[in-house]
C-alpha cells in the first residue's frame, strides 16, 4: 500500500531490460576494440601502414615535381591532338603544388589538434620520417639540404619543441626526437655532419619561447633509463622471465632508444662548437625551469657503469648511450666552453673515466669475439677525448691542477701498454695463422687465446719482455700498411692518453717522472746483487720498465708538438701525425721546399711555406696511392699483405718505398749507362772503310761504325738497358706529377678530355723531362739506326743529375731572355754595318758581300765568329795610312770592333756573370739564414740559445727547431688538419684550418716562443 514502494518496484521492473541492452552493447564494444586492436598489432597491417607511410612520404617530398605544369618530361608526354589523352600513370596538371604550403598546412592543423588529433599527428610523423628518408636515399645531394630548408621556412621547428613541450605520450616523445635528429644531421659523407641552417632555426624556435617542457622530456628519457637500470639488469640475468617481465625489459629498451635518439639531438645542436646553444644547455635562461644537460648526461653516465663491474654487465644498446653521452660531453665542452669545462670537471667525470679505462665490458667482448673489440676501443678513447677536451684552449692551468688530483697515473700506464701490446701480438697471432684476417681487420685477441694471457696485469713482466721482443719484428713490418683510419681504430685510446699526458706534464713533474719513461740502469750479471732474489726482483722490474718504455715510445712516434698562436695566446697543440707525413712525405719535396721558399719576409715564408705544404700533401697522398695499388684483387688484399713480399703484389711499392731509393737508383743507373756509352762510342766509333772506286771517282762522305761486332752488341745492350731504365723512370713520375697536374688544371674546368691532354702536355714540358726525352730521342735513334755518334750525346745526362752542373746550366738559362735581346740587338748592328759596307766597300768585300746586304749580314757574322776575334780583318783588303779612304776603313772597322767585339760580348759576359753571382749570393744568404735564425717563429739564433743556455740546454739552437718548432712538425700539422674530417676538429683545429683557406698566418707564432716567453716570466716573478 506504499505508493513510493509501487513507484519503486515499477521503475526497477523497467530498468532491468535496458541494463540488459546497455551489458550487451558494452560486451560488443570491448569485443570491437580487441578486434581493432588485434588488427592494429598485427605485423602484415603495420607493415602496410608503414609502406604507405613510406610512399605518401615520397609523393609529398616530390610534390612540386609531380605537379609542375611547366615540367619537360610531363610536356613531352602532352598529346598533339585536342581528344587526345595523357598516357597511363599521367595526371593532368593544372597548377604546381609548393611543399611550403603543404608542410604549413600540416604544421596548422597539428598545432592546433595538438592533443585530440593524435592519429594525425602519428601519421605526420610518419611522414616527415619518411621524406627524409627519401632524401637520404637519393642519389641526388641537393635534395637533403633543400628539404631540411624547406622544414625551417615551414615551421616544422617550432612544431617539433611544441610537440615535445606538451609531452603527450612516450612514443610521440621518442618519434619527435628522432625526427629532430634527422633534420639536423647533414647528409652522409658531407664536410658538415650538422645542417647549420636547421641548427639555427631550431636555436630561434626555443630561444624564442618558454620551451620548458621540453627540456622536461630531455629530462624524463634520460631519467626514465637510469632509473630502471639496476632492476633491469637483474632481470637480464635471469635464467627465465615472466611475460610481464619482458613487457618491462621491451619497455626499458624502448626507453634506451628514446634517451639515445635525445642525446643524439642535443649533441648535433651543438655541434661546431656553437657557443651560444652550449650554454643555454647549461642554463636555460627565460624559462620557467631548467634543466643542466650536462649534469643530466653524466647522471646516467654513472648510474650505467658507476664502476668496472657495472660496466661489465653494459649489452649494446647501453654501450650506444654511453658513447653518446661522452659526445655530447665531448661537444658542451669543446670550442673552448670555459664553464662547461669547469663543471665537467667537477662533477666526478675524470674519476668515472679512470675506472672505465680498466673496465673489460664482458658482454661486448663475448659478442665480438676479442678482447680489445672495436666498439670498446672507440669508447675508452671517447673516454680520453673527454678529458682532452676539458683542457682544450685553456690559458690557465686551473682544469690541469683538477684533473692532476684526480687522474691514476698507474692506470695511464697501463693502458698505454696494453694498446700497444694488443697490436704486436695480434698482429703475431695473425702471421702464425692463429687469427682469421677479416676485411676491416688487421690484429685481434680471441678471449679464450693463449696470447690473452700476456695482456692480464698479472703477467709475468720476464715473460712478456722476451714475448714482445719476438712480437715487435713482425709488427713494424705491417705498420706501413695500415691507413689512418685502421691506425685510429686500433691506437686512438693509447694516443689520447700520450697526448693527454703531454697536456697535464708542464704543470706535473711527478707525472713526467711517471709517464715519460726515464732510463733504468740495470746490468744483467747475477754476480753483482746480494743475492738472487734481488737480483730477480732488478731484473723484473727492469724488464717492467722496458715494456712500458717500448709502448710509449712506439705511441709518442705518431704524436707531434707544435706551439700556435690562438686569440694572441701562445700555446701547444698535440696531434696526431698522419701515416701520409710519416711514410710518404719525400725528402726531395722538404729539399725542395728548404731551396724554394723565399726567406728575405718572415709573413711572405711562412704563407708560402703553408702554401707549399699543402701541394706536398697532394704529392704525398698520391705517392701512398701508388704505393698501395696491389695487382691481387680486394677480397685477397689483407692476405697478401699478411703472406707475400710487397714487392710480389704491390709495384709502385718497390720503386717508392725508403724515400724512392730506387727510383733515384734507375736514374743514377741511367747515368752510369750514358756514361759507359759516351765512352765506349769514343772509343770504338771508328770511319767506315772507303768504297772502291775509280780515280776520278767523287768524293763520299763516309759515316761511322763500330771496330767490331762484339762492340756493336756492347752498345746495343746499354743501349737498350738505357732507354728501359730512363723509361720506368718516366712512366713512374708520370703517375706522380700528371695526377697533381690535372688536379691544378680541373680548377680550370674544361672536358675530362681536354684536362688529361693539359696535364700531359704539362708534364712533358717540364724543363727536366724535356732533358731526359731528348736524350731517350737520341739513344733510340742511335739503337735503332746507323747513327751510333749520337751515344756521344747521352753524357749531358750530368746537367740533370749534377746539382753543379745544374747551377752552371741554370746561370746560363736563367738570363736567356736577355741574351736573346742582346744577340738581336747584336744582328741588328750587324745589319746596319753590312749594308754601310755593301754600299762603300763592297770591292774590298770581295766575294763576301757580291750579292745583297743580307748575304752579306751572314757572312760577316759567321767569319767574324769563326775566326775567333770579332772583327772585319779576315774579311776585308788591309788599308795602310796612304791609301784612299784610309779614314773611312779606319773608322769602320774600329767601331764594329768596339760595338761588338767590346760592348756585346762584354755584355753578354757580363749577364752570365750576375747571374751566376745572383745564384751564388742568394744561396749564401739562404744558408746563413738557416743557420742564423729559426725558420718558423724567425727569430735570432744568439737569442735562443742565450735563453737555452740559462735554462741549461745546450745547443738550443738545435733543441728549438728539433723539439720546439720543428718545421716538418708543421708541415705534418698540416697534412692532419687536410685528411681529418672536418666535424671531427677541436676548437682550435678548427680555427686554425679557417685561418689557412683565409690564407691568414696569424696562427703561426712568428717572433715568438714558449722557450722566450717561460725565460722571460720567470725573470719577471
Not at 616523445?173 to 632555426?201: D, F, P, Y
Not at 681536354?754 to 731526359?772: I, P
Amino acid at each position: 500500500g506504499d505508493p513510493s514502494a509501487a513507484q519503486t518496484r515499477l521503475l526497477q521492473t523497467e530498468a532491468q531490460p535496458r541494463a540488459s541492452i546497455t551489458q550487451t552493447g558494452s560486451a560488443v564494444q570491448a569485443q570491437w576494440k580487441e578486434m581493432i586492436k588485434e588488427v592494429r598489432d598485427s605485423p602484415q597491417i603495420r607493415k602496410r601502414l608503414d609502406d604507405e607511410a613510406q610512399k605518401l612520404g615520397r609523393v609529398v617530398a616530390r610534390i612540386e615535381e609531380l605537379t609542375d605544369p611547366d615540367d619537360n618530361r610531363y610536356l613531352k608526354q602532352m598529346p598533339l591532338e585536342p581528344r587526345g589523352s595523357l598516357p597511363d600513370g599521367w595526371d593532368f596538371r593544372r597548377c604546381k603544388i609548393l611543399l611550403g604550403d603543404v608542410l604549413r598546412r600540416f604544421v596548422q592543423h597539428i598545432q592546433t589538434h595538438l592533443v585530440n588529433d593524435l592519429p594525425s599527428l602519428r601519421r605526420v610523423q610518419k611522414i616527415f620520417l619518411a621524406m627524409m628518408a627519401y632524401a637520404r636515399s637519393s642519389s641526388d645531394p641537393t635534395i637533403l639540404p633543400w628539404l631540411q630548408t624547406q622544414f625551417v621556412d615551414s615551421d616544422v621547428m617550432q612544431l617539433i619543441v611544441c610537440v615535445l613541450d606538451a609531452r603527450i605520450s612516450t612514443d610521440i616523445s621518442h618519434t619527435s626526437w628522432k625526427l629532430l635528429t634527422e633534420l639536423l644531421h647533414g647528409a652522409t659523407g658531407s664536410e658538415e655532419r650538422v645542417n647549420k641552417n636547421v641548427q639555427l632555426g631550431l636555436f630561434v624556435a626555443i630561444t624564442g619561447m618558454d620551451d620548458s617542457g621540453l627540456w622536461d622530456s630531455f629530462h624524463e628519457a634520460i631519467e626514465a633509463v637510469g632509473s630502471a637500470t639496476k632492476q633491469m639488469r637483474a632481470l637480464k640475468f635471469l635464467p627465465s622471465l615472466t611475460e610481464a617481465e619482458q613487457l618491462r625489459l621491451e619497455e626499458y629498451r624502448e626507453r634506451t632508444a628514446s634517451a639515445i635518439m635525445a642525446l643524439q639531438a642535443m649533441r648535433l645542436l651543438v655541434e661546431g662548437h656553437d657557443h651560444a646553444m652550449q650554454d643555454y644547455l647549461f642554463t636555460q635562461v627565460g624559462n620557467s625551469r631548467s634543466v643542466n644537460v650536462l649534469e643530466t648526461s653524466c647522471m646516467l653516465l654513472f648510474r650505467l657503469c658507476k664502476d668496472a663491474s657495472a660496466a661489465d654487465l653494459v649489452e649494446e644498446q647501453e654501450f650506444e648511450c654511453l658513447v653518446n653521452i661522452l659526445s655530447l660531453s665531448t661537444e658542451l665542452a669543446q670550442g673552448p666552453n670555459e664553464r662547461n669545462q669547469e663543471h665537467l670537471s667537477t662533477l666526478g667525470l675524470v674519476e668515472t673515466v679512470f675506472k672505465l679505462l680498466t673496465a673489460g665490458f664482458v658482454q661486448i667482448q663475448r659478442a665480438a669475439g676479442d678482447l680489445y673489440p672495436s666498439p670498446v676501443r672507440k669508447f675508452k678513447a671517447h673516454l680520453a677525448s673527454v678529458l682532452l677536451a676539458l683542457l682544450e684552449g685553456r690559458e690557465d692551468s686551473k682544469i690541469h691542477t683538477t684533473l692532476l688530483q684526480r687522474i691514476d697515473l698507474q692506470v695511464l700506464r697501463e693502458r698505454i701498454t696494453f694498446v700497444n701490446l694488443y697490436f704486436i701480438f695480434g698482429t703475431l697471432s695473425v702471421s702464425r695463422g692463429r687469427v682469421q684476417v677479416r676485411a676491416n681487420q688487421h690484429a685481434a685477441i680471441r678471449l679464450d687465446g693463449n696470447t690473452q694471457r700476456l695482456l692480464l696485469p698479472t703477467v709475468d713482466q720476464t715473460e712478456l719482455h722476451a714475448e714482445r721482443e719476438e712480437a715487435e719484428k713482425v709488427a713494424f713490418e705491417l705498420l706501413e700498411d695500415l691507413d689512418d683510419d685502421e691506425l685510429v681504430q686500433l691506437f686512438s685510446e693509447g694516443l689520447n692518453l700520450i697526448q693527454l699526458g703531454l697536456e697535464l706534464a708542464p704543470h706535473s713533474q711527478e707525472l713526467v717522472r711517471e709517464i715519460v719513461p726515464q732510463k733504468y740502469d740495470f746490468v744483467d750479471d747475477p754476480s753483482l746483487y746480494t743475492s738472487e732474489r734481488d737480483y730477480q726482483r732488478h731484473k723484473y722490474a727492469y724488464h717492467k720498465h722496458e715494456n712500458y718504455a717500448h709502448s710509449y715510445n712506439f705511441l709518442r712516434q705518431f704524436v707531434k708538438t707544435i706551439e700556435v698562436v690562438l686569440n694572441g695566446h701562445l700555446q701547444n697543440l698535440h696531434f696526431q701525425q698522419p701515416l701520409t707525413a710519416m711514410f710518404y712525405m719525400q725528402e726531395t719535396s722538404k729539399q725542395r721546399i728548404l731551396d724554394k721558399v723565399p726567406f728575405r719576409s718572415p709573413d711572405v715564408k711562412n704563407k708560402a711555406f703553408i702554401q707549399m705544404s699543402q701541394e706536398v700533401h697532394e704529392e704525398s697522398k698520391l705517392i701512398r696511392q701508388l704505393s698501395k695499388f696491389s695487382i691481387v684483387p680486394q677480397k685477397q688484399k689483407k692476405w697478401a699483405q699478411m703472406n707475400l713480399p710487397d714487392g710480389a703484389h704491390r709495384p709502385f711499392q718497390i720503386f717508392l718505398s725508403n724515400d724512392a731509393r730506387r727510383m733515384q737508383l734507375l736514374l743514377q743507373g741511367s747515368l752510369i749507362l750514358s756514361l759507359a756509352l759516351a765512352f765506349h762510342s769514343g772509343s770504338f766509333l771508328v770511319p767506315q772503310s772507303a768504297p772502291a772506286g775509280g780515280q776520278g771517282a767523287a768524293p763520299v762522305r763516309r759515316g761511322v761504325e763500330w771496330s767490331s761486332p762484339l762492340t756493336a752488341r756492347v752498345a746495343t745492350c746499354f743501349g737498350c738497358l738505357y732507354v728501359a731504365s730512363t723509361l720506368l723512370w718516366v712512366a713512374l713520375t708520370a703517375c706522380i706529377r700528371v695526377p697533381l697536374d690535372a688536379t691544378a688544371i680541373e680548377l680550370q674546368g674544361g672536358g675530362a678530355a681536354m684536362r688529361k691532354a693539359k696535364a700531359l702536355l704539362s708534364f712533358f714540358s717540364k724543363g727536366d723531362m724535356v732533358w731526359r726525352i731528348i736524350l731517350l730521342v737520341c739513344c733510340c735513334v742511335a739503337v735503332l739506326t746507323e747513327h751510333q755518334w749520337l751515344y756521344s750525346f747521352l753524357v749531358a745526362d750530368f746537367f740533370c743529375q749534377s746539382s753543379r752542373l745544374a747551377t752552371v746550366l741554370g746561370g746560363v738559362v736563367a738570363p736567356l731572355r736577355s741574351l736573346a735581346m742582346t744577340s738581336l740587338g747584336a744582328t741588328i748592328v750587324t745589319f746596319a754595318y753590312a749594308s754601310v759596307g755593301f754600299h762603300y766597300f763592297r770591292g774590298e768585300f770581295g766575294d763576301y758581300c757580291k750579292d745583297n746586304v743580307i748575304i752579306c749580314t751572314q757572312n760577316i757574322i759567321y767569319q767574324s765568329t769563326r775566326n775567333g776575334i770579332i772583327g772585319l780583318s779576315s774579311m776585308l783588303e788591309t788599308k795602310m795610312p796612304d791609301d784612299d779612304m784610309w779614314t773611312e776603313r779606319m773608322v769602320y772597322d774600329i767601331s764594329f770592333f768596339i760595338v761588338t767585339g767590346i760592348m756585346f760580348l762584354n755584355t753578354v759576359v757580363a749577364l752570365i756573370v750576375d747571374s751566376f753571382g745572383s745564384q751564388r749570393i742568394e744561396k749564401e744568404e739562404r744558408e746563413v739564414n738557416r743557420e742564423s735564425e729559426t725558420f718558423i717563429s724567425c727569430l735570432d739564433r744568439k737569442l735562443i740559445e742565450a735563453v737555452a743556455q740559462a735554462a741549461g740546454i745546450s745547443d738550443g739552437f738545435r733543441y728549438h727547431e728539433t723539439y720546439k718548432q720543428h718545421k716538418w712538425d708543421y708541415m705534418s700539422f698540416i697534412f692532419y688538419l687536410r685528411e681529418k674530417h672536418i666535424h671531427n676538429y677541436t676548437g682550435p683545429e678548427q680555427s686554425i684550418r679557417t685561418l689557412i683557406e683565409r690564407k691568414d698566418i696569424k696562427w703561426i707564432p712568428i717572433g715568438r716562443s714558449k722557450l722566450l716567453e717561460e725565460d722571460q716570466t720567470h725573470i719577471h716573478e
